[in-house]
């Protein structure tokens, strides 16, 4: 039989909770969808211009794995600003020093974390709730991720993580601003746990794929360089801190271009070197004219959508957290919230209460080991999550 084929790997892995909400909302006729993990806001013109220019100019060949020069120059250019690190291109960097790629999306920079570094029976740090491709990673190395309760305010503390590490760690995943919470890890809770984490000898790996995507409580911190930006705290904003830090950040939610695939990492020249090797084996490298188009993004403002998620994460919390407990998000374009205990309902339950009113959420349970909560999206227009909203509120248990 054909099935007996099948590597143990991929049967250990379960479809994601998410697809099946994403095959559900393709048999509603006009859902309000607030499942959606990607921004309503179309990829700004001078990026677009360069993607369709680079196609035009025959950019369609392969680009060094590393990436276009003029993009991770760019990068390059952007971590100095930005934390203060002195990287190299990936295998050209001085011992000791950090070296930087672009990676094929977030998740590509994330597989090749996991391959490098995870042997078969490894443990690796992640925090619960999770993004929901990071127990999955693990499984696919035959390592195993081993959850960090974060439950209520959604912190991965220091103090939480520290009683997980034992001698399997190899490294600890914090996900700032997360999906599914939004919450951000204030700077000096990054510091706790890059501390922590240099102490114990595993390494900190920093997903920080909603960076740009902070609200004004939460830009608790400033670049490194001259501009005094107000950013997202990251516990690589630190003296030393890319000889210690493996950061991956992407392009996709940024600039509204997910589907271009492209986003990078930066750390540890030791890390990052034999992840580019791997790189070149199975992604060999990032979608060559998309590159040439995100060249621009660094000249790209998105305040405004910020701004404009910020108001709409106001809309949420003001009128759910009269009837559940929502931790504020600080970022990203996500919240968690929890189903009350009074409606002796799981997240799933409540979800599918959801449904039969065409509203699309996704339960807990798909990004945790509980199911007591769902995620809902408010990247979708102000009109649908309004409407949205009303639903939640009388599903609650008030029509506030
Ligand atoms: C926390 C987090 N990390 C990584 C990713 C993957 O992003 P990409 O589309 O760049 O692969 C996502 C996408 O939803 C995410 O939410």
């Not at 559940?324 to 599918?352: C, D, K, M, R, W």
Request: overall charge negative.
């Amino acid at each position: 039989m054909i099935e007996q084929l099948i590597a143990d790997r991929a049967g250990a892995i379960d479809a994601s909770g998410i697809r099946r909400i994403f095959n559900l909302a393709a048999t509603l006729k006009d859902p309000i969808n607030l499942s959606i993990g990607q921004p309503d806001f179309v990829v700004p013109e001078p990026i677009r211009n360069a993607a369709v220019q680079a196609i035009q100019d025959h950019k369609n060949g392969y680009t060094l794995t590393q990436g276009d020069p003029a993009l991770l120059g760019k990068v390059i250019d952007w971590l100095k600003v930005d934390l203060g690190w002195d990287c190299a291109v990936t295998g050209q960097g001085e011992p000791g020093q950090p070296t930087a790629f672009v990676t094929s999306g977030t998740s590509g920079a994330l597989f090749l974390a996991f391959l490098a570094l995870l042997n078969p029976g490894d443990e690796c740090i992640i925090p619960d709730p999770y993004f929901v491709c990071y127990p999955h990673l693990a499984t696919m190395c035959g390592a195993k991720a081993i959850p960090c309760d974060t439950y209520p305010d959604f912190q991965m503390t220091a103090e939480r993580v520290e009683p997980l590490i034992t001698e399997k760690t190899k490294f600890v995943l914090l996900n700032t601003p997360s999906n599914p919470s939004g919450v951000v890890l204030g700077k000096e809770e990054c510091a706790k746990l890059r501390a922590l984490c240099k102490a114990r000898g595993v390494l900190l790996i920093t997903d920080e794929i909603y960076d740009e995507f902070v609200f004004s409580e939460s830009l608790g911190d400033v670049a490194a360089g001259d501009g005094g930006l107000g950013r997202c705290p990251s516990p690589g904003r630190a003296d030393g801190a890319g000889e210690d830090t493996l950061l991956i950040r992407g392009f996709g939610k940024t600039y509204g271009c997910t589907g271009w695939r492209l986003g990078y990492v930066a750390g540890p020249g030791v890390i990052v070197d034999q992840m580019a090797k791997l790189q070149q084996y199975t992604f060999v490298c990032a979608p060559s004219p998309l590159q040439a188009g995100v060249v621009e993004s660094f000249e790209t403002d998105m305040g405004e959508h910020v701004a404009e998620y910020e108001s709409r994460r106001d809309m949420v919390i003001e009128r759910l957290s009269k009837l559940t407990n929502v931790a504020v998000p600080g970022g990203a374009f996500y919240a968690f919230i929890e189903v009350p205990a009074s409606l002796g309902l799981s997240g799933t339950q409540f979800t599918e209460k959801c449904i039969e009113r065409a509203l699309l959420v996704i339960p807990g349970g798909a990004f945790s080991g509980r199911d007591t909560h769902f995620r809902i999206s408010f990247a979708t227009d102000r009109e649908k999550l309004s409407q949205g909203l009303d639903i939640l509120c009388d599903l609650l248990g008030s029509s506030v």
